[in-house]
């Protein structure tokens, strides 16, 4: 259903379960010289979204799914009602059966939460923390009604995941700004412990491997009629000059559900990124293509997606052909023709984990000082159990020299008890 499209893919979902299956565009094209594999797409998996509630968010659309007035009332429904919540309000209307598994999908969720805080605090070996404050932080749930699945439970949970996943990328790229300045922070680093030749023979041999990753073909401009082509020729096996955008549409919309999603699209990209990274190549860093990948991705969904609803229609898809760019697009920056941070902010960087550093230097200088003063009261303690069992076993000694009476020369005692 178009509803359940709409929301998953907002949420990097890969819809696998469509109901109704939008009407095939006739190709007139033998599909037996394609290369591409048929897809069942019953058999497709929902990739995890990242998000720490993912399994708790399919579970939650699935059971909404199988009832019909909300499937119904969904089904027209465009974006921007899905996001901003307003269609919750038709929970109020849906199914007791439904509703039933709806509040046991909470307190599975509620329970899942608290385990996940109880583990927390134990790591932490502090008990003195209010649960009911700390499931204040889970916004995708109303955790001041942990048994019941009411319209603010899907509001919620709605409003989280578009929020969440609106930024997915944005931090995707700010983590790979920070691995990329601790790759260099590190190799500075090591450059210190060298001396001059071997320090410059690192050099010479770093500046080696930089120009051998650029050496690589020319990359397409991705969207482009040209790196269309060439995947309908490589991949698709088929011949160039009869490149159909509408054909090559239904070709690589796998899972047949009328929608090129953002994992469809970065499937396009594998030839592209071939041409620069090789996992073989010591120069090639894997990390670098898939955020490679990603910019690609967003490049084309920025020229494409007309509603930003993180699908790519048919309509839009050729209506993006026909543009100039399409034909006649820029060159393509390739990462190793960018610069990814100023010195300022490796600097910026470097400082911040030198204060880390040290104040992890001065937590470990704590624990130590901690275990020589544990030590310190072990020793003392098993020295004050050395002296108390030394006095147990002189007053045991003097104890039994009391109790035995004194003899004779003979042996034999020198005062006879009287009879």
Known sequence: MRWRIILLQYCFLLVSCILTALEAVPIDIDKTKVKTQPVD????????TGLYYDEYLKQVIDVLETDNHFREK???ADIEEIKSGRL???????????????DELKRQEVA???????AKLDSLQDTGIDHHALLKQFDHLNHLNPDKFESTDLDMLIKAATSDLEHYDKTRHEEFKKYEMMKEHERREYLKTL???????????????RKKHENHPKVNHPGSKDQLKEVWEETDGLDPNDFDPKTFFKLHD???DGFLDEQELEALFTKELE???????????MVEMEEERLRMREHVMNEVDANKDRLVTLDEFLKATEKKEFLEPDSWETMDQQQFFTEEELKEYENLISLQENELKKKADELQKQKEELQ???????AQKQEYHQVVQQMEQKKLEQEIPPSGPGGKLKFEPHI
């Open 41 to 48: 797409s019953a058999k497709i998996e929902p990739p995890d």
């Open 74 to 76: 969904l089904q027209k």
């Open 88 to 102: 919750s309000k038709e929970l109020d209307l849906v199914s007791h059966h439904v509703r039933t598994k709806l």
């Open 112 to 118: 899942r939460l608290r385990m996940l805080i109880k």
């Open 195 to 209: 001396n001059e030749e071997k320090r410059k023979e690192e050099e010479s041999r770093f500046e080696e491997m």
């Open 254 to 256: 796998v899972n047949n």
């Open 275 to 285: 041409k620069v990274y090789d996992p073989k190549n010591e120069e090639d860093d």
């Open 376 to 382: 310190r009261q072990h020793d003392q303690l098993e």
